[in-house]
């Protein structure tokens, strides 16, 4: 009896090992798979991480050459387009290429987008700012919405704005040395857009 038993045993086992050594496999590969798994989620990350910096690179790429064609005004980059549009075409046109319709936050801002643009377009254009009063005549306000600090309304000779509702729209003029006046938002005038330099 122990010899019958001994051999059921060994058969048993014999019968097992293959069993055994299955899911012995399994777990390995289980584990390798795992591995293999939290290896390609790493490389996937580190795929995403330089492609979001390529993207970093071709926009600054982009704002380097819109400066090289346009001018750099503290911290940003102004670029002309000379094409007469309406109000609402120029800041479309603007916002696509990544930037908004040119708006001056200081004196300095001022002076320089004007000679630029009597330099680039010529000294007796009127160019479009990223101003208006649309929502609620008489509060200027950027493209953002956010109130304009900074006014430099021609005053001396007609009291700017002076259009009420029908001019909602802010222009320089070259003409009047960079001073600014309200108009109607669908005459043709040339732009300016400003690029944000990070």
Known sequence: ????VACLI????LLANPTLQQTTAKKKNARKD???NAVIEEMQRQIDEILV???LMKEQQALQTVCLRGTKVLGKCFLADPVKKNYHAASEDCIAKGGSLGTPLTGDENDRLYEYVRQSIGPEEHVWLGINDMI???QWVDQSGQSVR???WETDITLQPDGGRGQNCAIMSTSANGKWFDENCRAEKV????????
Not at 1 to 4: K, L, P, V, Y
Not at 10 to 13: A, F, G, K, S, T
Request: charged letters at 20%; one cysteine or more; proline letters at 0%.
């Open 1 to 4: 009896m122990d010899i019958r």
């Open 10 to 13: 060994l058969c048993l086992l």
């Open 34 to 36: 795992a591995a293999n």
């Open 53 to 55: 910096e390529l993207n």
């Open 136 to 138: 609620t005549d008489g």
């Open 150 to 152: 900074f006014k430099n």
């Open 191 to 198: 732009s300016v857009c400003e690029f944000n330099i990070v």
